[in-house]
């Protein structure tokens, strides 16, 4: 079987070397003729990433946020969460680490390329790992693809990790704590215990608070809500009652 003339085909290979090598550089010059691209794609990682941060937050406490969210709350989340913005800022890091290690591979690949088209024959398996070889190069796409879901892999661990600090923070009683008034009550809503409730977030029509010493959240809407205030704690160590079994 023929390889074609080498001296054109090596000739097209190092032609689309240096556009090969790195795609950084080309991604960034976009971003910087096209500064709305650059903002609109900022923007979606953080609200992405305060998304991802709610829902495994809030999962820990068996809430189903993302049902009773709107719209407007899945735009403003990551704004919520300073943490969404470490995270934009720790994708630039990982992309060039990602180019450094695809760019490597892609200079191996064009290096077989070459002796593989350099051959006089070339048997089945030579002729198929060639193709293969080629498509793997010449895959922009495929290699944007990959790109995409290491840095949505690497988002939704770093979240909900961070978000599963903070609920375990938030039942081992740290954390904010609260008294709550509902509209037409004139006692504050009771809790488990002295310490009160533990103050979780909200949406735009929900409060959401939990209830440590009996270890349960509740869902609250704005509109039952007469006044929240902070609860204060009395001198010493907190004091939780034993959890009813």
């Not at 919520?80 to 913005?85: F, G, R, S």
């Not at 007469?226 to 079994?245: K, N, Q, T």
Request: with cysteine; hydrophobic share 50%.
């Amino acid at each position: 079987m023929s390889a074609g003339p080498p001296g054109r085909a090596v000739a097209k290979s190092d032609g689309g070397e240096s556009a090969l090598q790195s795609m950084l550089p080309h991604v960034f010059d976009t971003l910087r003729r096209e500064p709305a691209v650059a903002i609109t794609l900022a923007y979606l990682l953080v609200a992405m990433a305060g998304i991802f941060y709610n829902y495994w937050f809030y999962r820990a406490f068996g809430i189903p946020v993302l049902t009773l969210s709107q719209i407007s709350d899945f735009l403003v989340a990551g704004l919520q969460q300073p943490m969404a913005l470490v995270l934009v800022l720790s994708t630039f890091p990982l992309c060039w680490l990602m180019d450094k290690v695809n760019a490597r591979s892609r200079r191996k690949h064009l290096a077989l390329i070459r002796e593989l088209r350099a051959l006089p024959t070339a048997g089945h398996w030579q002729a198929w790992r060639l193709r293969a070889l080629e498509w793997r190069v010449g895959a922009l796409w495929y290699t944007r693809l990959g790109y995409a879901a290491v840095v949505a892999a690497y988002g939704w661990t770093f979240v909900g990790l961070y978000a599963k600090a903070r609920a375990d923070a938030l039942q081992r009683g740290e954390g904010a704590r609260v008294e709550v008034w509902l509209n037409g009550e004139h006692d504050a809503l009771p809790a488990s215990s002295p310490a009160g409730w533990s103050y979780l977030g909200a949406v735009a029509n929900y409060v959401f608070v939990y209830d440590r010493a009996g270890q349960r959240a509740v869902v609250l809407p704005v509109n039952a809500i007469a006044r929240m205030e902070p609860h204060a704690l009395p001198s010493g160590p907190a004091v939780f009652a034993a959890p009813a079994r």
